[in-house]
């Protein structure tokens, strides 16, 4: 495994909320983009980056996927007590998107609406869900697909840390082989890029993930830039 991350502020907003872990020791990565209040949202996504590293002690290598949701609960709990105590950061939360790699298997939990996708010589396939109420309109019959990119409920969010006592979380596990690419990004990347721009950037840079990610944070902001652009690229 070999994982680069970047992230930017974008051409229009004035802090950066989202926040990156890499960790290559246990084949961690994750992306979690804040929200809430005029300081919450980058408070909120570095307390769910501090509540993974104050949990890598923890690890166990037999048992990923049942460490994964003890961190989230625990950057669950962290965001709602910091909420709690200080009136600027009241109802603040954030995503996150986490996958562990472990030799063939990819162990993933994910809240929110930021993504991971996979690709390899067959496409790009997208394999979290994204938890906002235009997803699930969808879902329920009441938009089709090609509403979804300029619905206004597109980035209202149903599941996100900091927000509900109990957090509801998304496990997936997906088995890859060498040379497939594993993409986590916030919202910041994937409302700029469609599908398609994404897979023809990463196939033209093939192994050399760094150039395809300053690439895809390049695009972001040349398609306009309108939010934090965060992500991370491994080749497996």
Known sequence: MRATGI?????????NEDRLLIDEGIGLCMVCDGMGGHKGGDVASSLAIQAFQDSLPDFDPQQPVKWLTKSIIRANEAIRFCSKKDPELFEM?????????REDELYIAHVGDSRLYLINKNGIRKLTRDHTLAEQMMED?????????SN??????????GIEEEVVIDHLTETVIPDDIIMLCTDGLSDMLNEEEILSIISAFGPDIEGAAHKLVARALENG??????????LV
């Open 152 to 161: 206004a409920y597109n980035h209202v969010l149903t599941r996100a840390l």
């Open 141 to 149: 019959g009441l938009l089709k697909p090609e509403e979804m990119t």
């Open 225 to 234: 830039g309108y939010d934090n652009v965060t992500l991370i690229l491994i």
């Open 93 to 101: 939360g954030t995503t996150i998107t986490t996958a562990i790699l």
């Open 7 to 15: 992230t930017d502020i974008g051409l229009v907003r004035k802090a």
